[in-house]
C-alpha cells in the first residue's frame, strides 16, 4: 500500500505515518530543496509543539520579544532556523503571513492569516489607548511589520525605528515619553497583535 502524505517539514501528518510504515521515500524539488532542510527533514521525529503545550502558550510566548527571541533561538537549536522557517512559509503559500502563523498551522491547523490582515483586524484595540503622537510611531512600526515581518517587532530593533521616524532618540522622548514608557507602548502593543481573537 502506498501512503501519499502532506510536506513533512510544514505538517506533523508524515512524520506520523512514518512510524507505522516500512518504508519512507522522500520527493523533494531537485536544486529548489536546499540540502540543509532535506536533511532536516529526514532527520525530523518530534513536531514542533514539544516547544509549546498549546495554542495559548504560543501565542503567550510570541506576545513578548524577549519570550519571542527565547522560542526561536530553541527552534534553530533544534534544527528549525530562519531558513527552515522561510522554506515552510513558501511550502504553505504564507510568505506575507507572520512566522506566528506559520507555526500555528504546522502545530495545530490553524489557517495562517497576512500581516497586513492581522494588523487590520488589531488595529482598533492596539490604538485605543494611545495619543495621537504614539499612534503615530506605531502606524509606522506596524508599516514595517507588514513590509518586512516579525524581526521588525523585536526590542532591540526599537531605538533604529526610534532613529528612522524621529531623526534622534531625544526627539521621540520629546513627542513619546521616556525611554520607559516607550518600550512598554512598543512591548505592550503586541499582546493585543496576537490576541486569540485577531486570528
Known sequence: MLISAPPLMPVI????????????????NWQTTPKQLAKKAQ???????????????LRRLWSLPSTRRALLNQLADAGFGKEELSVMQRLIDAENSDL???????SFAVKPISRELRVAKAQSSIFAPLNQEQ????????????????EE????????LLILQYQAIVDAMEKLGDRNEIRDMFIGFQKNLYASEIG
Open 100 to 106: 506566528f502563523d506559520v507555526l500555528e498551522y504546522v
Open 43 to 57: 532527520e525530523a521525529k518530534t513536531p514542533l509543539p514539544q516547544f509549546f503545550a498549546d495554542e495559548a502558550e
Open 13 to 28: 501528518d508524515g512524520r506520523i505515518l512514518s512510524d507505522y510504515s516500512d518504508q519512507v521515500v522522500f520527493v523533494m
Open 153 to 160: 517587532l523585536d526590542d532591540e530593533k526599537l531605538p533604529n
Open 135 to 150: 499612534k503615530r510611531f506605531l502606524e509606522f512600526v506596524l508599516s514595517k511589520y507588514i513590509q518586512s515581518g516579525v
